[in-house]
RNA sequence: UCCCCAGUAGCUCAGUUGGCAGAGCGGGUGGCUGUUAACCACCAAGUCCGCGGUUCGAGUCCGUGCUGGGGAGCCA
Protein backbone atom coordinates (compact mmCIF):
# COMPACT_ATOMS: atom_id res chain seq x y z
CA UNK A 1 0.00 0.00 0.00
CA UNK A 2 1.43 3.20 -0.71
CA UNK A 3 1.55 6.27 1.74
CA UNK A 4 -0.35 9.14 0.62
CA UNK A 5 1.61 12.38 -0.37
CA UNK A 6 0.73 16.29 0.16
CA UNK A 7 1.18 18.55 -2.67
CA UNK A 8 3.43 20.61 -0.52
CA UNK A 9 5.60 17.90 -0.70
CA UNK A 10 5.17 16.74 -4.42
CA UNK A 11 6.00 20.66 -5.88
CA UNK A 12 9.15 20.54 -3.64
CA UNK A 13 10.28 17.20 -5.76
CA UNK A 14 13.40 16.59 -7.04
CA UNK A 15 12.81 13.92 -9.51
CA UNK A 16 9.82 12.38 -11.13
CA UNK A 17 8.05 9.66 -8.61
CA UNK A 18 6.80 6.39 -10.07
CA UNK A 19 3.82 5.38 -7.76
CA UNK A 20 2.03 8.42 -5.64
CA UNK A 21 -1.30 8.73 -3.66
CA UNK A 22 -2.55 12.04 -3.85
CA UNK A 23 -6.02 13.04 -1.93
CA UNK A 24 -7.10 16.49 -2.14
CA UNK A 25 -9.97 18.51 -3.94
CA UNK A 26 -10.54 20.37 -7.29
CA UNK A 27 -9.39 23.77 -7.39
CA UNK A 28 -10.91 23.84 -11.31
CA UNK A 29 -11.06 21.83 -13.95
CA UNK A 30 -10.07 21.66 -17.72
CA UNK A 31 -11.40 19.05 -20.29
CA UNK A 32 -11.71 17.40 -23.66
CA UNK A 33 -12.42 14.64 -25.22
CA UNK A 34 -8.89 13.29 -25.20
CA UNK A 35 -7.67 14.14 -21.11
CA UNK A 36 -8.71 16.53 -18.85
CA UNK A 37 -6.21 18.72 -16.41
CA UNK A 38 -7.78 19.11 -12.58
CA UNK A 39 -6.01 21.17 -10.03
CA UNK A 40 -6.08 19.48 -6.90
CA UNK A 41 -5.36 21.32 -3.54
CA UNK A 42 -5.48 19.81 -0.12
CA UNK A 43 -4.55 22.87 1.86
CA UNK A 44 -0.73 22.17 2.33
CA UNK A 45 0.10 24.81 0.18
CA UNK A 46 -1.47 27.97 -1.64
CA UNK A 47 -0.35 25.92 -5.25
CA UNK A 48 -2.36 23.56 -6.33
CA UNK A 49 -0.96 20.51 -8.21
CA UNK A 50 -2.47 19.74 -12.02
CA UNK A 51 -3.46 16.11 -12.75
CA UNK A 52 -3.80 14.96 -16.09
CA UNK A 53 -6.89 12.15 -16.30
CA UNK A 54 -6.83 10.65 -19.62
CA UNK A 55 -9.68 9.94 -21.72
CA UNK A 56 -9.18 6.15 -21.50
CA UNK A 57 -9.59 5.87 -17.65
CA UNK A 58 -12.91 3.63 -17.17
CA UNK A 59 -14.82 6.64 -15.57
CA UNK A 60 -13.78 9.72 -17.43
CA UNK A 61 -17.08 10.16 -18.23
CA UNK A 62 -17.69 10.89 -14.43
CA UNK A 63 -14.52 12.80 -13.93
CA UNK A 64 -15.06 15.60 -16.75
CA UNK A 65 -18.82 15.84 -14.37
CA UNK A 66 -16.66 17.11 -11.57
CA UNK A 67 -17.67 19.91 -10.23
CA UNK A 68 -15.20 22.43 -8.32
CA UNK A 69 -15.03 21.47 -4.56
CA UNK A 70 -15.43 17.74 -5.22
CA UNK A 71 -12.87 15.78 -3.03
CA UNK A 72 -10.72 12.55 -5.10
CA UNK A 73 -7.76 10.38 -4.39
CA UNK A 74 -5.37 9.80 -7.41
CA UNK A 75 -3.17 7.09 -7.76
CA UNK A 76 -0.52 7.86 -10.43
CA UNK A 77 3.17 8.75 -11.11
CA UNK A 78 4.88 12.28 -10.78
CA UNK A 79 6.58 13.52 -14.04
CA UNK A 80 7.69 16.96 -15.42
CA UNK A 81 5.18 18.71 -16.90
CA UNK A 82 4.75 18.60 -20.32
CA UNK A 83 3.15 22.28 -20.40
CA UNK A 84 4.45 25.57 -18.98
CA UNK A 85 3.00 27.69 -16.01
CA UNK A 86 4.13 24.49 -13.37
CA UNK A 87 7.54 22.23 -13.03
CA UNK A 88 5.72 18.64 -12.11
CA UNK A 89 1.84 17.39 -12.93
CA UNK A 90 0.40 13.70 -11.82
CA UNK A 91 -0.38 11.23 -14.31
CA UNK A 92 -3.32 9.56 -13.09
CA UNK A 93 -3.53 5.87 -13.49
CA UNK A 94 -6.64 5.74 -11.59
CA UNK A 95 -9.01 8.69 -9.82
CA UNK A 96 -11.36 7.47 -7.05
CA UNK A 97 -14.00 9.98 -6.46
CA UNK A 98 -14.42 10.36 -2.71
CA UNK A 99 -17.11 12.82 -3.18
CA UNK A 100 -18.67 15.29 -5.94
CA UNK A 101 -19.62 18.60 -4.95
CA UNK A 102 -23.02 20.02 -4.94
CA UNK A 103 -23.35 22.41 -8.12
CA UNK A 104 -24.01 25.42 -5.72
CA UNK A 105 -20.79 25.13 -3.96
CA UNK A 106 -20.23 28.90 -3.55
CA UNK A 107 -16.68 29.44 -3.95
CA UNK A 108 -15.59 29.92 -8.08
CA UNK A 109 -12.97 30.01 -9.76
CA UNK A 110 -12.73 34.21 -9.42
CA UNK A 111 -11.69 36.69 -6.86
CA UNK A 112 -15.14 36.63 -3.90
CA UNK A 113 -15.48 39.78 -1.88
CA UNK A 114 -14.34 39.79 1.67
CA UNK A 115 -17.71 40.23 3.15
CA UNK A 116 -19.41 37.64 1.01
CA UNK A 117 -16.78 35.10 2.74
CA UNK A 118 -17.45 36.15 5.89
CA UNK A 119 -21.01 35.12 5.50
CA UNK A 120 -19.42 31.85 4.50
CA UNK A 121 -16.80 31.52 7.08
CA UNK A 122 -17.34 27.88 7.21
CA UNK A 123 -15.69 27.90 3.54
CA UNK A 124 -13.71 30.62 2.74
CA UNK A 125 -10.55 28.82 4.49
CA UNK A 126 -10.72 26.78 1.23
CA UNK A 127 -9.90 29.88 -1.04
CA UNK A 128 -6.35 30.94 -1.79
CA UNK A 129 -6.45 33.63 0.33
CA UNK A 130 -7.83 32.37 3.20
CA UNK A 131 -6.12 29.39 3.40
CA UNK A 132 -2.99 31.62 3.27
CA UNK A 133 -4.29 33.67 6.56
CA UNK A 134 -4.71 30.65 8.31
CA UNK A 135 -1.61 28.84 7.54
CA UNK A 136 0.50 31.98 8.28
CA UNK A 137 -1.93 32.03 11.79
CA UNK A 138 -0.45 28.64 12.35
CA UNK A 139 3.38 29.17 11.94
CA UNK A 140 3.20 32.76 13.55
CA UNK A 141 1.41 30.99 16.76
CA UNK A 142 4.34 28.26 16.62
CA UNK A 143 7.07 31.05 16.48
CA UNK A 144 5.70 32.76 19.87
CA UNK A 145 6.12 29.82 21.58
CA UNK A 146 9.74 29.21 19.93
CA UNK A 147 10.47 33.24 20.38
CA UNK A 148 9.81 33.07 24.65
CA UNK A 149 11.10 28.99 25.07
CA UNK A 150 14.55 29.78 23.30
CA UNK A 151 14.61 32.85 25.71
CA UNK A 152 14.10 31.03 28.79
CA UNK A 153 10.15 31.91 29.64
CA UNK A 154 7.88 29.62 30.61
CA UNK A 155 4.27 29.54 29.70
CA UNK A 156 1.54 30.18 31.62
CA UNK A 157 -2.51 28.71 31.25
CA UNK A 158 -4.04 31.93 33.19
CA UNK A 159 -7.44 30.75 33.48
CA UNK A 160 -10.52 31.69 31.44
CA UNK A 161 -13.34 32.25 33.83
CA UNK A 162 -12.51 35.14 36.51
CA UNK A 163 -13.92 36.73 39.80
CA UNK A 164 -11.91 39.40 39.07
CA UNK A 165 -14.48 42.12 38.16
CA UNK A 166 -12.20 44.88 37.25
CA UNK A 167 -8.61 43.41 35.51
CA UNK A 168 -8.40 46.36 33.87
CA UNK A 169 -10.49 47.19 30.54
CA UNK A 170 -13.40 47.06 28.81
CA UNK A 171 -17.22 45.41 29.86
CA UNK A 172 -16.63 41.87 30.57
CA UNK A 173 -18.79 38.68 29.82
CA UNK A 174 -20.60 37.60 32.53
CA UNK A 175 -20.44 33.45 33.39
CA UNK A 176 -22.95 32.03 35.33
CA UNK A 177 -24.68 28.49 35.79
CA UNK A 178 -28.25 30.17 37.00
CA UNK A 179 -30.88 29.00 34.79
CA UNK A 180 -32.11 32.79 33.32
CA UNK A 181 -35.83 31.45 34.16
CA UNK A 182 -35.41 31.61 37.51
CA UNK A 183 -32.35 33.62 38.61
CA UNK A 184 -32.06 34.17 42.78
CA UNK A 185 -33.41 37.63 43.32
CA UNK A 186 -33.07 39.32 46.96
CA UNK A 187 -33.80 43.31 47.37
CA UNK A 188 -34.06 43.82 44.18
CA UNK A 189 -30.17 42.27 43.41
CA UNK A 190 -29.07 38.88 42.01
CA UNK A 191 -27.92 36.83 44.50
CA UNK A 192 -24.68 35.62 42.98
CA UNK A 193 -23.84 33.62 46.40
CA UNK A 194 -26.36 31.22 44.69
CA UNK A 195 -24.73 30.51 41.57
CA UNK A 196 -21.51 28.05 40.75
CA UNK A 197 -18.69 30.18 42.34
CA UNK A 198 -20.62 31.64 44.71
CA UNK A 199 -20.12 35.12 43.29
CA UNK A 200 -19.98 37.26 40.29
CA UNK A 201 -17.87 35.71 37.61
CA UNK A 202 -16.86 36.63 34.09
CA UNK A 203 -14.74 36.12 30.74
CA UNK A 204 -11.09 36.89 31.30
CA UNK A 205 -10.29 40.66 29.61
CA UNK A 206 -6.51 39.96 30.44
CA UNK A 207 -4.24 37.30 31.60
CA UNK A 208 -1.86 39.82 33.29
CA UNK A 209 -2.92 39.75 36.82
CA UNK A 210 -2.20 35.69 36.76
CA UNK A 211 1.00 36.02 34.70
CA UNK A 212 2.28 38.40 37.83
CA UNK A 213 1.80 36.46 40.17
CA UNK A 214 3.70 33.63 38.57
CA UNK A 215 6.64 35.89 37.24
CA UNK A 216 7.10 36.61 40.87
CA UNK A 217 7.56 32.80 41.17
CA UNK A 218 9.30 31.35 37.95
CA UNK A 219 10.93 34.57 36.93
CA UNK A 220 9.89 35.00 32.92
CA UNK A 221 6.26 33.79 31.76
CA UNK A 222 3.91 34.84 28.98
CA UNK A 223 0.52 33.77 27.94
CA UNK A 224 -1.29 33.23 24.79
CA UNK A 225 -4.86 32.29 25.00
CA UNK A 226 -8.42 33.66 24.18
CA UNK A 227 -9.85 37.08 25.67
CA UNK A 228 -13.09 38.47 25.98
CA UNK A 229 -14.82 42.31 25.86
CA UNK A 230 -17.90 42.71 26.00
CA UNK A 231 -17.66 46.59 24.75
CA UNK A 232 -19.91 47.56 21.47
CA UNK A 233 -17.31 48.40 19.54
CA UNK A 234 -17.91 48.32 15.39
CA UNK A 235 -14.45 48.54 13.84
CA UNK A 236 -11.88 46.62 11.54
CA UNK A 237 -9.79 46.48 14.24
CA UNK A 238 -12.37 45.11 17.58
CA UNK A 239 -13.53 41.67 18.10
CA UNK A 240 -15.66 40.22 21.27
CA UNK A 241 -13.05 37.49 21.32
CA UNK A 242 -9.25 37.78 20.50
CA UNK A 243 -5.77 36.12 21.27
CA UNK A 244 -3.57 37.94 23.54
CA UNK A 245 0.31 37.27 24.28
CA UNK A 246 1.37 38.13 27.25
CA UNK A 247 4.97 38.63 28.40
CA UNK A 248 5.73 39.03 32.33
CA UNK A 249 9.05 39.58 33.13
CA UNK A 250 10.55 39.98 37.24
CA UNK A 251 13.43 42.75 37.48
CA UNK A 252 12.72 44.24 34.73
CA UNK A 253 12.08 47.97 33.85
CA UNK A 254 10.52 49.81 31.08
CA UNK A 255 12.96 50.20 28.96
CA UNK A 256 13.64 46.27 28.83
CA UNK A 257 9.70 45.67 28.58
CA UNK A 258 10.36 48.35 25.12
CA UNK A 259 13.81 46.39 23.85
CA UNK A 260 11.35 42.78 24.06
CA UNK A 261 7.92 44.34 22.83
CA UNK A 262 10.28 45.29 19.19
CA UNK A 263 12.22 42.30 19.45
CA UNK A 264 8.92 39.60 19.16
CA UNK A 265 7.59 42.16 16.31
CA UNK A 266 10.77 41.99 14.01
CA UNK A 267 11.35 38.15 15.11
CA UNK A 268 7.29 37.29 13.90
CA UNK A 269 7.60 39.47 11.03
CA UNK A 270 11.29 37.68 9.99
CA UNK A 271 9.39 34.42 10.81
CA UNK A 272 6.58 35.07 8.80
CA UNK A 273 9.15 36.21 5.54
CA UNK A 274 11.36 32.61 6.34
CA UNK A 275 8.65 29.92 6.55
CA UNK A 276 5.81 31.38 4.55
CA UNK A 277 6.99 33.27 1.90
CA UNK A 278 5.15 31.83 -0.69
CA UNK A 279 1.47 32.93 1.19
CA UNK A 280 3.47 36.42 1.74
CA UNK A 281 3.53 36.77 -1.84
CA UNK A 282 0.08 36.40 -2.12
CA UNK A 283 -0.61 39.07 -0.11
CA UNK A 284 2.17 41.53 -1.44
CA UNK A 285 0.32 41.18 -4.83
CA UNK A 286 -3.15 40.65 -3.85
CA UNK A 287 -3.74 42.44 -0.95
CA UNK A 288 -0.98 45.28 0.11
CA UNK A 289 1.43 46.00 -2.42
CA UNK A 290 3.31 48.13 -0.11
CA UNK A 291 3.76 44.61 2.26
CA UNK A 292 7.00 44.02 1.81
CA UNK A 293 8.17 48.00 2.17
CA UNK A 294 6.13 47.66 5.63
CA UNK A 295 8.38 44.59 6.73
CA UNK A 296 11.61 45.77 5.65
CA UNK A 297 10.23 49.36 7.51
CA UNK A 298 9.94 47.02 10.50
CA UNK A 299 12.99 45.00 10.10
CA UNK A 300 15.96 47.44 8.95
CA UNK A 301 16.04 49.88 12.08
CA UNK A 302 15.11 50.14 15.59
CA UNK A 303 11.43 51.20 16.08
CA UNK A 304 11.17 55.06 17.43
CA UNK A 305 10.85 55.99 20.93
CA UNK A 306 9.02 59.05 22.38
CA UNK A 307 7.79 60.34 25.81
CA UNK A 308 3.82 60.65 25.61
CA UNK A 309 5.12 64.83 26.38
CA UNK A 310 7.24 64.95 23.22
CA UNK A 311 4.44 63.22 20.91
CA UNK A 312 2.12 65.74 22.74
CA UNK A 313 4.67 68.49 21.57
CA UNK A 314 5.21 67.23 18.09
CA UNK A 315 1.85 67.18 17.23
CA UNK A 316 0.79 70.78 18.84
CA UNK A 317 3.78 71.99 16.62
CA UNK A 318 2.83 69.83 13.69
CA UNK A 319 0.37 72.70 12.16
CA UNK A 320 -2.65 70.05 11.42
CA UNK A 321 -5.58 70.93 12.66
CA UNK A 322 -7.26 67.82 14.31
CA UNK A 323 -10.46 67.19 14.92
CA UNK A 324 -9.64 66.56 18.70
CA UNK A 325 -7.40 69.22 20.31
CA UNK A 326 -4.05 67.88 21.82
CA UNK A 327 -3.33 68.98 25.32
CA UNK A 328 -0.87 67.34 27.97
CA UNK A 329 -3.57 64.96 29.72
CA UNK A 330 -5.88 63.99 27.37
CA UNK A 331 -5.45 60.62 25.34
CA UNK A 332 -3.88 60.52 21.83
CA UNK A 333 -6.82 60.01 19.56
CA UNK A 334 -6.48 58.05 16.28
CA UNK A 335 -5.98 60.64 13.87
CA UNK A 336 -2.81 61.98 16.39
CA UNK A 337 -1.45 58.07 16.41
CA UNK A 338 -1.99 58.07 12.47
CA UNK A 339 -0.16 61.59 12.02
CA UNK A 340 2.68 60.61 14.58
CA UNK A 341 2.97 57.04 12.61
CA UNK A 342 1.97 57.52 9.02
CA UNK A 343 2.79 60.60 8.32
CA UNK A 344 5.79 62.30 10.58
CA UNK A 345 7.78 59.17 11.63
CA UNK A 346 6.58 56.42 8.96
CA UNK A 347 7.80 54.20 10.86
CA UNK A 348 6.55 52.09 14.10
CA UNK A 349 6.44 54.28 17.61
CA UNK A 350 6.69 53.41 20.80
CA UNK A 351 4.77 56.17 23.44
CA UNK A 352 5.96 55.95 26.89
CA UNK A 353 5.46 57.59 29.95
CA UNK A 354 1.87 58.51 30.03
CA UNK A 355 -0.23 60.81 32.21
CA UNK A 356 -0.99 58.86 35.24
CA UNK A 357 -4.79 60.09 35.29
CA UNK A 358 -5.50 57.88 31.64
CA UNK A 359 -3.67 55.09 32.60
CA UNK A 360 -4.95 51.66 34.96
CA UNK A 361 -4.17 51.27 38.85
CA UNK A 362 -1.02 49.16 38.19
CA UNK A 363 1.20 50.92 35.71
CA UNK A 364 3.93 52.38 38.75
CA UNK A 365 3.84 55.75 39.41
CA UNK A 366 6.95 57.29 38.14
CA UNK A 367 9.50 59.81 39.67
CA UNK A 368 7.49 62.96 38.46
CA UNK A 369 4.68 61.80 40.04
CA UNK A 370 2.34 62.91 37.12
CA UNK A 371 3.41 60.13 34.75
CA UNK A 372 3.32 56.48 34.79
CA UNK A 373 5.84 53.95 33.09
CA UNK A 374 3.83 52.83 30.53
CA UNK A 375 4.00 51.94 26.98
CA UNK A 376 2.31 51.54 23.37
CA UNK A 377 3.65 50.47 20.05
CA UNK A 378 2.01 51.89 17.55
CA UNK A 379 2.20 50.83 14.06
CA UNK A 380 1.33 52.59 10.55
CA UNK A 381 -1.80 51.27 9.36
CA UNK A 382 -3.52 49.74 12.11
CA UNK A 383 -2.43 51.86 15.52
CA UNK A 384 -1.71 50.22 18.89
CA UNK A 385 -0.82 46.74 18.80
CA UNK A 386 0.80 46.42 22.14
CA UNK A 387 0.32 48.21 25.26
CA UNK A 388 2.45 47.22 28.21
CA UNK A 389 3.79 48.90 31.53
CA UNK A 390 6.52 48.10 34.32
CA UNK A 391 4.25 47.55 37.13
CA UNK A 392 3.68 49.56 40.54
CA UNK A 393 5.78 47.14 43.07
CA UNK A 394 5.83 49.61 45.72
CA UNK A 395 2.65 48.15 48.16
CA UNK A 396 2.41 51.88 49.54
CA UNK A 397 2.31 53.80 46.02
CA UNK A 398 -0.24 50.69 44.80
CA UNK A 399 -2.90 50.92 47.53
CA UNK A 400 -2.49 54.56 47.21
CA UNK A 401 -3.11 54.96 43.39
CA UNK A 402 -6.41 51.94 44.18
CA UNK A 403 -7.72 54.59 46.59
CA UNK A 404 -7.60 57.34 43.94
CA UNK A 405 -8.90 55.33 41.78
CA UNK A 406 -11.68 54.24 43.68
CA UNK A 407 -11.27 50.40 43.36
CA UNK A 408 -11.67 47.68 46.43
CA UNK A 409 -8.36 46.68 48.07
CA UNK A 410 -10.26 43.74 49.47
CA UNK A 411 -10.80 42.58 46.38
CA UNK A 412 -7.64 42.54 45.61
CA UNK A 413 -5.97 41.28 48.58
CA UNK A 414 -4.44 38.44 46.72
CA UNK A 415 -2.25 40.94 44.15
CA UNK A 416 -1.05 43.37 47.11
CA UNK A 417 0.09 40.54 48.97
CA UNK A 418 2.74 40.06 46.11
CA UNK A 419 3.81 43.19 46.80
CA UNK A 420 4.59 42.20 50.78
CA UNK A 421 6.64 39.44 50.00
CA UNK A 422 9.72 39.99 47.68
CA UNK A 423 8.16 42.72 46.02
CA UNK A 424 10.73 43.45 42.98
CA UNK A 425 10.41 45.43 39.62
CA UNK A 426 8.68 43.97 37.02
CA UNK A 427 7.45 44.89 33.54
CA UNK A 428 5.52 43.02 30.50
CA UNK A 429 2.76 44.10 27.56
CA UNK A 430 0.40 42.58 25.92
CA UNK A 431 -0.08 41.95 22.11
CA UNK A 432 -3.02 41.40 20.10
CA UNK A 433 -2.39 38.31 18.27
CA UNK A 434 -5.07 39.20 15.72
CA UNK A 435 -3.50 42.73 15.08
CA UNK A 436 0.00 41.26 14.31
CA UNK A 437 -1.95 38.93 11.91
CA UNK A 438 -3.05 42.16 10.17
CA UNK A 439 0.21 43.28 10.20
CA UNK A 440 1.49 40.33 8.75
CA UNK A 441 -0.91 40.03 6.32
CA UNK A 442 -1.68 43.44 4.83
CA UNK A 443 -5.57 42.07 5.84
CA UNK A 444 -7.49 45.35 6.84
CA UNK A 445 -10.12 43.71 8.72
CA UNK A 446 -9.82 41.93 11.99
CA UNK A 447 -12.59 39.62 11.48
CA UNK A 448 -10.94 38.48 8.25
CA UNK A 449 -7.75 36.99 10.50
CA UNK A 450 -9.52 34.69 12.90
CA UNK A 451 -10.96 31.49 11.61
CA UNK A 452 -15.25 32.68 13.31
CA UNK A 453 -15.06 36.14 14.14
CA UNK A 454 -17.46 37.04 17.16
CA UNK A 455 -18.31 40.96 16.84
CA UNK A 456 -21.81 42.77 18.26
CA UNK A 457 -24.98 40.76 16.42
CA UNK A 458 -22.81 38.26 15.10
CA UNK A 459 -21.76 34.41 16.01
CA UNK A 460 -23.17 32.20 13.34
CA UNK A 461 -20.56 29.77 13.28
C1' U B 1 -23.28 53.82 20.76
C1' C B 2 -22.67 58.11 17.02
C1' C B 3 -21.74 59.87 11.71
C1' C B 4 -21.53 58.42 6.48
C1' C B 5 -22.35 54.76 2.52
C1' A B 6 -24.45 50.34 0.43
C1' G B 7 -28.17 46.13 -0.38
C1' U B 8 -30.47 44.00 -8.19
C1' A B 9 -29.57 36.16 -10.76
C1' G B 10 -25.55 31.37 -6.82
C1' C B 11 -21.16 35.33 -7.17
C1' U B 12 -19.17 40.31 -9.10
C1' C B 13 -21.70 44.25 -10.86
C1' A B 14 -24.48 47.63 -14.72
C1' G B 15 -29.37 49.59 -14.93
C1' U B 16 -29.74 56.90 -18.20
C1' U B 17 -34.98 61.94 -16.55
C1' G B 18 -39.64 57.27 -12.88
C1' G B 19 -41.55 53.75 -18.57
C1' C B 20 -40.29 45.72 -21.18
C1' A B 21 -34.90 42.99 -15.59
C1' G B 22 -29.25 43.04 -18.04
C1' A B 23 -23.75 41.41 -18.64
C1' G B 24 -19.55 38.49 -17.10
C1' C B 25 -18.44 34.44 -13.99
C1' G B 26 -20.68 29.97 -11.79
C1' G B 27 -24.51 25.80 -13.06
C1' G B 28 -26.72 22.58 -17.24
C1' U B 29 -26.20 20.79 -22.54
C1' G B 30 -23.08 20.33 -26.81
C1' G B 31 -18.35 21.45 -29.30
C1' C B 32 -13.03 22.34 -29.45
C1' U B 33 -8.05 22.67 -27.52
C1' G B 34 -1.21 20.32 -23.54
C1' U B 35 -4.93 23.50 -20.95
C1' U B 36 -3.26 27.63 -17.05
C1' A B 37 -9.17 32.18 -13.50
C1' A B 38 -8.75 27.94 -20.93
C1' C B 39 -12.05 28.91 -25.18
C1' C B 40 -16.91 28.84 -28.47
C1' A B 41 -22.40 28.10 -28.87
C1' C B 42 -27.02 27.33 -26.61
C1' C B 43 -30.24 26.73 -22.04
C1' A B 44 -32.02 27.54 -17.06
C1' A B 45 -31.84 30.97 -13.25
C1' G B 46 -34.87 37.30 -10.01
C1' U B 47 -39.47 38.43 -3.20
C1' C B 48 -34.55 44.35 -7.45
C1' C B 49 -33.25 43.44 1.41
C1' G B 50 -38.40 43.82 4.36
C1' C B 51 -42.68 46.99 5.38
C1' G B 52 -45.37 51.42 4.25
C1' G B 53 -46.09 55.76 1.05
C1' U B 54 -46.09 59.16 -3.54
C1' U B 55 -47.42 58.09 -8.78
C1' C B 56 -51.23 56.11 -14.48
C1' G B 57 -46.56 53.56 -13.59
C1' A B 58 -41.12 52.62 -8.58
C1' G B 59 -35.04 48.69 -9.05
C1' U B 60 -35.08 54.20 -9.51
C1' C B 61 -38.41 59.14 -5.38
C1' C B 62 -39.96 59.60 0.22
C1' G B 63 -40.43 57.32 5.28
C1' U B 64 -39.15 53.32 8.36
C1' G B 65 -36.91 48.70 9.83
C1' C B 66 -33.09 44.96 9.06
C1' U B 67 -28.26 43.48 7.40
C1' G B 68 -23.38 44.71 5.83
C1' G B 69 -19.23 48.13 5.02
C1' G B 70 -16.17 52.70 6.11
C1' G B 71 -15.02 56.27 9.93
C1' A B 72 -15.29 57.75 15.32
C1' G B 73 -15.29 56.46 20.57
C1' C B 74 -13.06 52.31 23.61
C1' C B 75 -8.91 49.30 23.22
C1' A B 76 -5.32 44.68 21.83
Redesign the pocket.
Known amino acids: MIKRTKVLELLRAEAPIDKILLKGWVR?K??????S?L?LNDGSSLANL?V?ADSSLDNYAEIT?L??GSALEIRGSLAP??????KW?VLAENVTIVSVAD????L??????D??L?GIAHLRPRTNKYGAVFRIRSELSFAIHKFFRDKGFRYLHSPIITGSDCE???DMFRVTALNPGEIPVSGGIIDYSQDFFGQEASLTV?GQLSAEMFALALGDVYTFGPTF?A??????????E?W?VEPEMAFCDLEEDMDLAEELVQFLVACAMDECMEDITLFAKFVNKELLTVFDNILSSPFIRITYEEAVNILCKSGVSFE?KVAFGS?L???H??YLTEKYFKKPVIIYNYPKEIKPFYMRLNNDNRTVAAM?LLVPGI?????GSQREERAGTLKKRMVEMNLDEKKYWWYIDSRKYGTVPHSGF???F??LMMLVTGV????DVIPFPR????IEF
Open positions: TRDSKTFFEQIATTSQGKGQEGAYPQKKRHTDFRGAGSRENSNTSRHVAFMFDQSEERDGEIIGGLGERANIRTPGS
